[in-house]
């Protein structure tokens, strides 16, 4: 794919997310716009950034070191992959956000690596909506209690919750758990926890952004629509 | 009846003393019980507990259902800060009425009624008193060989021959029953999920 069709691409994305965005009453500019960026190449990167994404989201902390150390910073980087404890040092040093946190001991140790770094890193919690045993993230039920956990880590800033909804043929399907999600995230935020912040809905993919979009996401994290299908690893 | 749901309700239960509760309301409604964990959490007050799991049997419904009102509910019994859930086998319904026996505990129920594609959800928790009076040893043995406790928090039925136990109910007796009627309704009414058209013989009659 080449960089016309990346921009093409995300022409197309940015305006149905814009539709999306209006047929909820809600602003377009409300709505950023993440590339996925797992196994893409540093040129293809560079398009996307050049046509206007806001963020790239990378899924492995070693992958994404690799690229902003030869790219730089010309926008966000995001990770949405697993984190793995051993990985939090490099984590808490790359990433403008970590949209995957689902344990307090995650939390802790890259608090810790934070405060060596001299950063305060901005953090999602990932949330297991469906229950689903094939998925990360905290349980519905546990999420309020987690974030309670987390939330006096002083060098961790919690900024909202993130899901994956199951894959459905019918993105409409998918609707529900972005509703659930954003109820959750209302309730989280009704009970006033101190230095934690629930503005950041991140949710919805290739299949189903437009449905994450009408339900309040504040980021929708694209691919397939916006590099073409990802070469076998 | 008069009364109208603006969207189809689910009963996300198994209980069959829920889905009578409900019906006396005179309403129609779906049953599509949902099997959840009902494992407690460290450090779960009995509240919490009931909230949660009624919103969980609801949540796995509504899912599926996001246009229709989904209601769940938990009961459980509680004495000396102990919750009582479910008797596994005779011994441990046993000991559960030697608990209740002669005292007061509390029941509370939990329920949650959501409706997603409006993204609605509220919870509310009751809870009632009910004192027993004492449990001869010869009750016991009868009552636990009956098939009632096993599927019953707190190992009985107060709609059963469990009321042969009861003394006093401080409370919702529909509460204890499994699900507070009362409270159900004034939820459904807030969520503008019911509507009250006045009986057909009352009014004007068709106008003309």
Same mark, same amino acid.
């Given at each position: 794919m080449n960089d016309a069709a990346i921009m093409d691409n995300i022409a197309r994305i940015r305006e149905r997310i814009a539709r999306a965005a209006a047929g909820a009453g809600r602003? +377009?500019?409300d709505v950023r716009l993440m590339a996925?960026?797992?196994? *893409?190449d540093d040129e293809r990167i560079a398009a996307a950034i050049a046509a206007g994404v806001d963020i790239i989201g990378e899924n492995y902390v070693q992958e994404a070191k690799r690229k902003i150390e030869s790219m730089g910073r010309p926008c966000q980087w995001h990770l949405i992959g697993h984190l793995q404890t051993n990985k939090a040092k490099h984590a808490a040093r790359l990433? %403008?956000?970590?949209? @995957? *946190? %689902?344990r307090l001991e995650v939390a802790r140790e890259l608090d810790r690596r934070a405060a060596g770094a001299g950063r305060i890193v901005p953090i999602l919690i990932e949330v297991? *909506? @469906?229950?689903?045993?094939?998925k990360r993230g905290v349980s519905r039920e546990e999420a309020l209690n987690l974030t309670r956990e987390i939330a +006096?880590?002083?060098?961790l800033s919690i900024r909202g919750l993130m899901t994956m909804a199951p894959w459905f043929?019918? +993105?409409?399907?998918a609707r529900p758990y972005f509703a659930s999600l954003r109820i959750l995230r209302d309730r989280i935020a009704a009970a %006033?926890? +101190?230095? *934690?912040?629930?503005?950041?809905l991140s949710m919805g993919m290739s299949g189903d952004f437009e449905a994450a979009v009408a339900e309040g996401a504040t980021i929708v994290r694209i691919g397939r629509s916006l590099f073409g299908e990802r070469p076998p690893r | 009846m008069g009364l109208t749901l603006s969207h189809p309700l689910i009963l996300a239960s198994a209980s069959p003393r829920r889905e009578e509760l409900l019906r006396l309301l005179g309403l129609d409604f779906q049953v599509l019980p949902s099997r959840v964990d009902e494992t407690f959490l460290v450090n779960e007050n009995p509240g919490e507990r009931v909230l949660r799991l009624a919103e969980n049997k609801a949540h796995i419904v509504a899912l599926t259902h996001p246009r229709a009102w989904v209601l769940g509910a938990d009961t459980i019994v509680v004495i000396d800060g102990e919750a009582l859930g479910k008797p596994a086998d005779p011994p441990a319904a046993a000991r559960m009425l030697e608990k209740l026996s002669g005292r007061t505990h509390e029941v509370y129920t939990g329920f949650a009624l959501l409706r997603l594609a409006a993204r609605f959800a509220v919870r509310r928790e009751v809870r009632a008193a009910v004192t027993f009076r004492k449990i001869s040893p010869e009750e016991k043995m009868w009552y636990i060989r009956s #098939?009632? #406790?096993?599927?019953k928090a707190g190992a009985y039925a107060v709609q059963g021959l469990?009321?042969?136990?009861?003394k006093e109910i401080h409370g919702s007796y529909t509460n204890v029953m499994g699900l507070p009627l009362c409270e159900v309704v004034d939820a459904l009414k807030a969520a503008g999920a019911l509507s009250f058209a006045p009986p057909p013989e009352e009014g004007r009659g068709p106008a003309g």
């Amino acid at each position: 794919m080449n960089d016309a069709a990346i921009m093409d691409n995300i022409a197309r994305i940015r305006e149905r997310i814009a539709r999306a965005a209006a047929g909820a009453g809600r602003r +377009p500019e409300d709505v950023r716009l993440m590339a996925v960026a797992k196994t *893409v190449d540093d040129e293809r990167i560079a398009a996307a950034i050049a046509a206007g994404v806001d963020i790239i989201g990378e899924n492995y902390v070693q992958e994404a070191k690799r690229k902003i150390e030869s790219m730089g910073r010309p926008c966000q980087w995001h990770l949405i992959g697993h984190l793995q404890t051993n990985k939090a040092k490099h984590a808490a040093r790359l990433f %403008d956000m970590i949209h @995957s *946190v %689902d344990r307090l001991e995650v939390a802790r140790e890259l608090d810790r690596r934070a405060a060596g770094a001299g950063r305060i890193v901005p953090i999602l919690i990932e949330v297991n *909506v @469906s229950g689903e045993t094939t998925k990360r993230g905290v349980s519905r039920e546990e999420a309020l209690n987690l974030t309670r956990e987390i939330a +006096p880590l002083e060098r961790l800033s919690i900024r909202g919750l993130m899901t994956m909804a199951p894959w459905f043929d019918d +993105p409409e399907a998918a609707r529900p758990y972005f509703a659930s999600l954003r109820i959750l995230r209302d309730r989280i935020a009704a009970a %006033d926890i +101190p230095g *934690v912040h629930m503005e950041e809905l991140s949710m919805g993919m290739s299949g189903d952004f437009e449905a994450a979009v009408a339900e309040g996401a504040t980021i929708v994290r694209i691919g397939r629509s916006l590099f073409g299908e990802r070469p076998p690893r | 009846m008069g009364l109208t749901l603006s969207h189809p309700l689910i009963l996300a239960s198994a209980s069959p003393r829920r889905e009578e509760l409900l019906r006396l309301l005179g309403l129609d409604f779906q049953v599509l019980p949902s099997r959840v964990d009902e494992t407690f959490l460290v450090n779960e007050n009995p509240g919490e507990r009931v909230l949660r799991l009624a919103e969980n049997k609801a949540h796995i419904v509504a899912l599926t259902h996001p246009r229709a009102w989904v209601l769940g509910a938990d009961t459980i019994v509680v004495i000396d800060g102990e919750a009582l859930g479910k008797p596994a086998d005779p011994p441990a319904a046993a000991r559960m009425l030697e608990k209740l026996s002669g005292r007061t505990h509390e029941v509370y129920t939990g329920f949650a009624l959501l409706r997603l594609a409006a993204r609605f959800a509220v919870r509310r928790e009751v809870r009632a008193a009910v004192t027993f009076r004492k449990i001869s040893p010869e009750e016991k043995m009868w009552y636990i060989r009956s #098939p009632e #406790p096993y599927d019953k928090a707190g190992a009985y039925a107060v709609q059963g021959l469990g009321a042969f136990f009861i003394k006093e109910i401080h409370g919702s007796y529909t509460n204890v029953m499994g699900l507070p009627l009362c409270e159900v309704v004034d939820a459904l009414k807030a969520a503008g999920a019911l509507s009250f058209a006045p009986p057909p013989e009352e009014g004007r009659g068709p106008a003309g």
